[in-house]
């Protein structure tokens, strides 16, 4: 679907559209202060470190953004205070692409950041 597009591109815009106008993206958004601009980085930043690949039907950078258990891996990682606990770009790649594969079950991204279901 956005394999090759890039932010900026009216395809590119309406799939962002598509990710807020979702409910629970919409919600999380909100109450987690992401703004448009933020999918739009993220998407970037996934693709050059190796995510804009398929995996069981999903693209990887865009299905990223669209699914709040992927969003909130990867902005909760980003804005941990402890730049330890920070997930590198390339291992987040890896995480993601294990998930869409399905070597991580749902809930397991919460799971890995410590968060009891």
């Not at 309406?14 to 919409?26: A, G, L, W």
């Not at 693709?47 to 953004?65: E, M, P, R, T, Y």
């Not at 669209?66 to 730049?83: C, H, Q």
Request: glycine share 8%; with cysteine; hydrophobic share 40%.
């Amino acid at each position: 679907m956005l394999n090759g597009i890039s932010a900026g591109d009216e395809e590119f815009d309406n799939y962002i559209e598509f990710c807020v106008s979702d409910k629970q993206v919409k919600y999380f958004m909100e109450h987690s202060n992401v703004c448009r601009s933020d999918l739009e980085g993220i998407y970037k930043r996934l693709l050059v470190n190796g995510a804009g690949q398929w995996a069981k039907g999903h693209f990887v950078a865009a299905s990223s953004i669209t699914y709040v258990e992927t969003l909130t891996f990867i902005i909760a990682s980003d804005r941990n205070e402890n730049p330890e606990d920070q997930v590198p770009a390339l291992e987040m790649t890896a995480i993601l692409m294990d998930y869409w594969n399905g070597k991580i079950p749902i809930g397991g991204l919460y799971r890995m950041l410590g968060w009891d279901l």
